[in-house]
């Protein structure tokens, strides 16, 4: 490997993995099961793992009709649909929050007929962390879903069209199966997405214990009166990180062809 491409290649690894590293080394492991074992952590586990379900089922319940109609239709204005649907991957995640508080927040678009005509609130409630985490995530399964659908072979669906199958029965009986690990793999990007979202949680649902606190909004809240707690947390969320990344490599991305090969 030539040098001029080997040095800046390990100074990119060594400015990644060092902080990794210190994070290791910093962690209190003669303390890990005692902090893991307190009831803030507990709760805070507890509602990441529930709330970012959660989003992952909303969001393949809505991502995935969103990706067929981007990879599938012959709907006019796609591209302006892809573009608006992948907006927050790059939007500031407290931009979003702020978007989800104009619109459902009590003086919110919908948030105040939801008030007014149902005495419902759903800011800074456990439903709100949901939304949160749904609205970031959520592109995550689209993208992939959407590839997966672009690189799946349509002489199958057009085959069962042949055999009298309807739209609906080729979607579940063959589109679905084809693109499957796609999907797989999306949801548990999504969800990973999920677990790990922060600025727009702490933003739209507040961050309130046992009610709105994840994980991310506990490791800040403990950074500033337990700095051990905060690693232990961070070490929970970097090992799940690690193990997604593995799960997808092995079980999906780590395949050669299509995603469905």
Do not use: H, K
Request: with cysteine.
């Amino acid at each position: 490997m030539p040098a001029p491409l080997l040095v800046p290649a390990l100074l990119g690894v060594a400015f990644l993995v060092l902080p990794l590293v210190g994070l290791l080394v910093r962690a209190p492991w003669s303390d890990l099961l005692p902090q893991l074992a307190e009831p803030q952590v507990g709760q805070a586990l507890r509602l990441s793992l529930l709330s970012a379900t959660l989003a992952t089922a909303v969001s393949l319940v809505l991502g995935v009709p969103i990706a067929w109609v981007l990879a599938r239709s012959t709907l006019p204005g796609r591209s302006v649909l892809r573009a608006i649907v992948t907006v927050p991957l790059v939007l500031p995640p407290v931009v979003g929050g702020v978007a989800l508080f104009l619109v459902l927040g009590r003086q919110g678009i919908v948030g105040r007929f939801l008030y007014e005509q149902f005495d419902l609130t759903i800011p800074f409630t456990t439903t709100a962390v949901v939304i949160a985490e749904t609205f970031v995530a959520m592109p995550f399964l689209v993208i992939s879903v959407e590839g997966a659908l672009r690189a799946a072979d349509a002489r199958f669906e057009d085959a069962a069209a042949t055999l009298g199958a309807d739209r609906w029965t080729t979607f579940r009986r063959v589109t679905l199966p084809l693109v499957a690990p796609g999907v797989a793999a999306g949801a548990v990007l999504c969800w990973a997405r999920a677990l790990g979202e922060f600025g727009a949680t702490i933003t739209f649902a507040g961050n309130f214990p046992g009610t709105t606190q994840t994980m991310p909004l506990a490791v800040y809240l403990a950074l500033q009166s337990n700095p051990e707690a905060a690693i232990v947390l961070s070490l929970v969320l970097l090992g799940v990180s690690l193990a997604t990344l593995l799960l997808l490599r092995d079980r999906w991305l780590g395949r050669s062809g299509s995603p469905v090969a």
